[in-house]
């Protein structure tokens, strides 16, 4: 079952026991950088602020609450727990000023591991809805690799929804949230259209 919500994560943790989730794989804003408020024609996307404000430590405190483990996007620009299960994902980046790749913190004591997926305007090219959207494969493989038959999942980002098309390809139950509520309609939407095919 995959159950999606627009509301604020902090609403959504608070409605559950310790240790609800088996999983819990989050893309939260690292606040890197100026976000804008416009469309962007070349990415197909509005860009709007919410990369303004990096989690508070309370959301961290209850997303280690709710959830057993946890895949973390974007973990080497928060004060987590040291680890040495980083995970990296390989883009393929053509350009220099862009990152070959970016970093996700884990809670598995377990060597660092890499995906080796180019995803840029060239490689493997897919219209997106969100500035950080992520490819199915990545989660897929994320799940593929840290995940259990019958792991319950959640995250607190959704973002474009990417998460969701691949828990609903590998047959995992999901909780997800999304706060804005374009990105969550367009996500919504990305779903329905996934399962219909």
């Known amino acids: ?34 976000t804008t408020k416009k469309i962007d024609i070349r990415k197909q996307h509005i860009e709007k602020n ?22 973390i996007w974007g ?8 680890t040495r299960g980083f995970v990296f994902w390989y883009k393929h980046q053509p350009l220099e000023n862009y990152a070959d790749g970016e970093y996700a913190w884990t809670s598995f004591d377990r060597n660092c591991k890499m995906f080796d997926y180019g995803y840029t305007n060239v490689i493997n090219y897919v219209k997106r809805i969100h500035p950080t959207q992520k490819p199915v494969p ?15 999942i959640l995250d607190t980002h959704l973002g474009s929804g990417s998460i969701a098309l691949a828990c609903h390809n590998l047959k ?21 259209q996934h399962q219909q095919q």
């Open 172 to 192: 995992f139950d999901l909780t997800a949230c999304e706060l804005d509520q374009d990105y969550f309609n367009a996500a919504e939407k990305r779903l329905k």
């Open 138 to 152: 990545l989660y897929q493989w994320l799940l593929m690799n840290y995940a259990k038959e019958g792991d319950k």
């Open 50 to 71: 919410w990369n303004d404000k990096k989690p508070s430590r309370e959301y961290f405190n209850d997303l280690f609450r709710v959830s057993k483990n946890q895949i």
């Open 75 to 82: 973990g080497n620009y928060f004060d987590l727990p040291a």
């Open 1 to 34: 079952m995959i159950t999606l919500t627009n509301e604020d994560n902090m609403d959504l943790m608070a409605r559950y026991e310790d240790n609800h989730f088996d999983l819990a794989i989050v893309d939260p804003p690292y606040s890197w950088g100026k």
